[in-house]
C-alpha cells in the first residue's frame, strides 16, 4: 500500500494552476501527438521494399531504421532525467519539433545514413516523450481522473499501431513512401500549435527526483520493472510470430489473416478505452490478473491454434488486454513513484524497449527450433512469471481525494 505522505507529496508537486490551464485539451493535444509519433515509427514496415529499392539497400538493411529508433528511445529514456530542472512544457514542445523535422529527414534523404538519421530523430522523441507522459498527465488532470487520461493517450497509441502499416501501404501506392512519411509534417505542426496552446508551464522541482538509479533502490520499483520486463517479452516473444503461426497452423490466407489482424486492432483500441474505469479501486487486480489471462491465452492457442474460430477469439481477447494493459503499468508508475515520475517513466520505457527487444530475439530462435509451441508457451511462462511480481509492486488501490 502506497503511504498517505507519498500522496501528499505528490499532490504539492502539482500546482493547481497547471491543472486549471491545461486539463483535458492538453491531454487530447497529447494524444494526437503520440498517435503521430506511433505512426511514424511504424510506417516503415509497410513500405520496405520501396525505401530500400529507392535507397538500394536490402530489405533487413532497410528494416534496421525501427532497430535504430529502439536504440536511441531506450538512450533517450535513461537521459531524460537531466531535463528535469527545465520547464517540462518546453521539452515537450522540443520534442514536438524534433518529430516534423524528423519527417523532413526521411522524406527528403537522398541516402541511407540521411534516412537513419531521420530515424534516430524519431527514436528521441519516442524515448523523451514516453518518459515524461505519465508526469505530465499527473500535473494536467486531478488525481482522480489520471487514469481514464493515461488510457486516452494510450488509446491514440493503439489507433496509430492499429492502421500505421496498412495507412503507409495505402498511401505509398498513390504518393510514394517519401509522400507517406512527409505527411508527418504537418501533423507534427499541428500538434505543436495545439500543445503551445494547451500546456501550462510546468516547472519540476529536481530535488524531488530521485533518478534513475534512485528508483531501482526502491523495493516496489525492482519488482514493478521486473513484472514489466517479464510482460512485455512475453508479450512480444509470441506477438512478433503471430503471422507465421497464423498462415502456417492455423493456415488462414491473406485476406482473412488481415480481417483477423484488424479485429486484433479494434479490440486492442476498445480495451484501451475501456480500462481507465476498472483501475481506480483495481489496480493490483488488473496488474496481476492480466498476465495471466494473456498466459492462458498462449496456452489455448498452443491447444487450439489450428481452429480458426477458437484462435481468432482467443487473439481478440489477446489484444484487448494487451493492447490495455500499459494504461495500468502507467497508473501504477503515477501512483507508486508520484515524486520520481520522471526518472521512473525514463526507466520505464527503456525497460520496455529492451524487453521488447529480447523477446522478440528469443522468440524467433525457439521458433526456428521448436516451432510455434516452444515460442507460445515460454511465453505463457514469462507472462505468469510477470503476474507474480506484479502482486508485490502493486498499490492495492487508488489514493483518497
Request: charged content about 10%; hydrophobic content about 60%.
Amino acid at each position: 500500500m502506497v503511504s498517505n505522505i507519498d500522496f501528499e507529496d505528490a499532490a504539492r508537486a502539482v500546482p493547481p494552476a497547471a491543472v486549471a490551464r491545461g486539463g483535458w485539451s492538453a491531454v487530447f493535444a497529447l494524444t494526437l501527438c503520440v498517435a503521430t509519433l506511433i505512426a511514424s515509427e511504424f510506417m516503415p514496415v509497410s513500405l520496405l521494399t520501396p525505401i530500400a529499392a529507392d535507397l538500394r539497400l536490402t530489405e533487413g538493411m532497410a528494416g534496421q531504421a525501427i532497430a535504430v529508433s529502439g536504440l536511441f528511445a531506450v538512450l533517450t529514456s535513461l537521459s531524460i532525467g537531466r531535463v528535469s530542472r527545465i520547464d517540462r512544457r518546453l521539452v515537450l514542445l522540443a520534442l514536438t519539433g524534433l518529430m516534423a523535422m524528423s519527417g523532413l529527414l526521411v522524406a527528403f534523404a537522398p541516402s541511407a545514413p540521411m534516412f537513419m538519421a531521420g530515424r534516430a530523430l524519431v527514436g528521441i522523441v519516442i524515448g523523451g516523450f514516453w518518459s515524461l507522459s505519465a508526469a505530465t498527465v499527473m500535473r494536467l488532470v486531478p488525481d482522480d481522473q489520471v487514469p481514464r487520461a493515461l488510457a486516452v493517450l494510450n488509446a491514440g497509441n493503439a489507433v496509430a499501431t492499429m492502421v500505421a502499416a496498412p495507412l503507409g501501404s495505402f498511401l505509398g501506392q498513390f504518393i510514394g513512401w517519401r509522400g507517406a512519411f512527409f505527411l508527418v509534417v504537418p501533423l507534427a505542426l499541428a500538434t505543436f500549435a495545439w500543445q503551445w496552446l494547451a500546456l501550462p508551464a510546468m516547472r519540476a522541482d529536481p530535488g524531488k527526483s530521485s533518478g534513475v538509479l534512485g528508483v531501482l533502490r526502491r523495493p516496489r520499483a525492482k519488482a514493478g520493472m521486473m513484472a514489466l520486463a517479464l510482460l512485455f517479452a512475453g508479450q512480444f516473444a509470441l506477438f512478433t510470430y503471430l503471422r507465421p503461426f497464423l498462415e502456417r497452423v492455423t493456415n488462414l490466407a491473406a485476406s482473412p489473416l488481415s480481417l483477423v489482424l484488424l479485429l486484433m486492432g479494434v479490440a486492442g483500441l476498445a480495451g484501451a478505452a475501456l480500462i481507465g474505469r476498472l483501475l481506480d479501486r483495481r489496480l493490483r487486480r488488473v496488474l496481476c490478473l492480466a498476465p495471466v489471462l494473456m498466459a492462458a491465452m498462449a496456452v489455448g492457442l498452443v491447444l487450439t491454434g489450428s481452429n480458426a474460430a477458437s484462435t481468432t477469439l482467443l487473439l481478440i481477447g489477446w489484444s484487448f488486454v494487451a493492447t490495455a494493459l500499459p494504461v495500468a503499468w502507467w497508473t501504477w508508475l503515477a501512483r507508486a513513484l508520484p515524486g520520481d515520475a520522471d526518472a521512473g517513466g525514463g526507466l520505464m520505457v527503456a525497460v520496455i524497449q529492451t524487453a521488447i527487444t529480447v523477446g522478440a530475439a528469443a522468440g524467433g530462435l525457439l521458433f526456428d527450433m521448436g516451432g510455434h509451441r516452444a515460442t507460445f508457451l515460454v511465453s505463457a511462462i514469462l507472462l505468469g512469471a510477470s503476474a507474480g511480481f506484479a502482486a508485490v509492486s502493486a498499490p492495492a488501490s487508488a489514493p483518497k481525494s
